[in-house]
């Protein structure tokens, strides 16, 4: 059972371009999350998705962020009109179901913002 | 969800073992007690979590406080692959506690 996949595991981008994220869940997973991690700084959290719901989004930007998980496909987290400050490890988590006590998580997109 | 304090490092020696407080004096009653850990920057691995007992699973122990105002991570028999970030958590079981909610932690760092 393949583990949670992200991609890709390394994104550069100038100012003012757009970056887009993916995580695509285990298997059977229909609760995703979106972590990020600034360097040298703990992980935060971003975002809580179902499937074709937002349960929490209290920790995203309010402006240029946004998330997607569609009925198919993976999750998105898209950021818009990308800033040097957005260079940051971003973490996605899934977890099989409302009682579920685990999120496991993925190895991260490392983007760069030159 | 409560708040935890974790010391900012501790050091191990190799074969010996790891014990990694956490204070979380304002735990509520259906808060669990949760830990991970991230190796150097990779996504965060989950160990562990209880209630009000002790548990013991195949990578640690947790000891839980009858006051449930601090708990313990034993790591029994510490390697230099458990270098690492340790995190302490508490929120409320299964997805209703929605978000993991990560302070500083504490960086192990497993000496030879």
């Known amino acids: 059972n393949a583990g949670v996949m992200q991609n890709p595991r390394h994104l550069v981008r100038r100012r003012g371009q757009e970056a887009r994220l993916r995580c695509s869940p285990m298997?059977?997973?229909?609760?995703v999350y979106w972590y990020r991690q600034l360097p040298e700084e703990g992980l935060k959290f971003m975002v809580y998705?179902?499937?074709?719901?937002?349960?929490?989004e209290s920790g995203m930007p309010k402006e240029r962020f946004s998330a997607e998980f569609p009925k198919e496909g993976p999750s998105i987290l898209r950021i818009q009109q990308v800033v040097r400050g957005d260079s940051a490890a971003y973490f996605c988590?899934?977890?099989?179901?409302?009682?579920?006590?685990?999120?496991?998580f993925g190895p991260g997109t490392r983007l760069t913002v030159t | 969800d409560a708040k935890t304090t974790q010391p900012p490092s501790m050091d191990c020696a190799e074969g010996r073992a790891a014990n990694l407080p956490c204070n979380h004096s304002t735990i509520s009653g259906n808060e669990y007690v949760y830990w991970y850990r991230q190796i150097h920057s990779q996504g965060p691995q989950y160990i562990i979590h209880?209630?009000?007992n002790n548990e013991t699973n195949e990578m640690a122990s947790l000891i839980i406080t009858e006051d449930r105002k601090s708990s313990t991570l034993i790591l029994p028999h510490a390697t230099l692959r458990d270098t690492a970030v340790y995190y302490c958590?508490?929120?409320?079981?299964?997805?209703?506690?929605?978000?993991?909610?990560f302070g500083q932690g504490t960086e192990l760092s497993v000496k030879p």
């Open positions: 209880g209630l009000k």
């Open positions: 298997k059977g997973h229909s609760h």
């Open positions: 998705l179902q499937k074709e719901n937002i349960i929490d």
């Open positions: 988590a899934s977890s099989p179901g409302i009682d579920s006590y685990e999120q496991y």
């Open positions: 958590i508490v929120r409320v079981e299964g997805n209703q506690g929605g978000k993991l909610i």
